[in-house]
């Protein structure tokens, strides 16, 4: 069926959102991206109050508008909606722009943003910055958040994908190499680490498989630590990493 425009009655103010970048958006593309925003939010450790605890009011919100079958209210309000907002748009850095900035509120209210890369032909390149960048929810955002909206505005837009920058590739080696930077530390401890496998590179979803033992095999801290380091060095979209 026809897609149905987000309208809104709640504030910028009271969901959150920056009033410069009020604009409408489809009921489903407004839902994704919130959800999607939530995961990066806590998978990436930036907790905001309202948020500890589960979903975010907003996020809550949203879901039971969803399910009550009532019309899903933007937080991107900009007045009356007109023909132009859900038109087909032809491929151009312009248009590719003007469809991200619909999306960017989402990203940038938890500590991320989206630039564009490079257009290939139909194919649209991104880079996700900040919190998204290293967020494992990171291939779930391009793929059922921004390439599903940018195609419903610019159907000559075959495929979006992932642009990583300057980012090593991920390999033995380099996992070693940053595993070195905390052995000291583990050592000190009582404690060791081994990388036991590395599987699907160049995959959806790459998988690191570490162990590690001795006493510190038992603080979730310094697991923790050790992931954000192995995302940070090598920026790759959905990597997984995943202990024995």
């Known amino acids: 069926g026809a897609l149905q425009n987000c309208t809104a009655r709640r504030s910028a103010s009271a969901t959150g959102f920056p009033s410069h970048a009020l604009t409408t958006m489809t009921k489903s593309a407004a839902l994704t991206l919130a959800v999607l925003a939530q995961l990066c939010t806590l998978n990436s ?8 605890g589960g979903l975010s009011r907003t996020v809550q919100w949203r879901l039971q508008a969803q399910q009550e079958s009532i019309d899903v209210e933007s937080p991107f309000q900009s007045g009356t909606p007109t023909a132009r ?6 491929l151009t850095l312009d248009n590719v722009e003007l469809v991200l900035d619909e999306m960017r ?3 940038m209210s938890d500590g991320g943003n989206v630039a564009v890369a490079e257009i290939d032909g139909p194919i649209v390149r991104l880079e996700l910055q900040g919190a998204c960048g290293t ?3 990171s ?13 419903e505005r610019i159907p000559e837009i075959s495929e979006v994908v992932q642009a990583v920058p300057d980012a090593p590739e991920l390999s033995e080696a380099g996992v070693e190499s940053v595993l ?7 050592q000190v401890a009582g404690g060791s680490i081994t990388l036991q496998e590395i599987s699907g590179v160049g995959g959806l979803q790459p998988m690191i ?6 006493s510190s095999a038992t603080l979730q801290s310094v697991k923790v630590e050790i992931m954000q380091r192995l995302q940070r060095n090598f920026m790759v979209a959905g990597l997984r990493i995943v202990w024995e």
């Open 45 to 52: 450790g930036f907790l905001h109050p309202v948020r500890r």
């Open 85 to 90: 907002d859900n038109s087909h748009l032809p």
């Open 105 to 107: 509120p989402y990203l």
């Open 135 to 137: 967020c494992p929810s």
């Open 139 to 151: 291939t779930m955002t391009m793929k059922m958040g921004l390439e599903r909206r940018l195609k």
């Open 180 to 186: 070195d930077g905390v052995r000291p530390f583990l």
């Open 209 to 214: 498989v570490l162990k590690m033992e001795g």
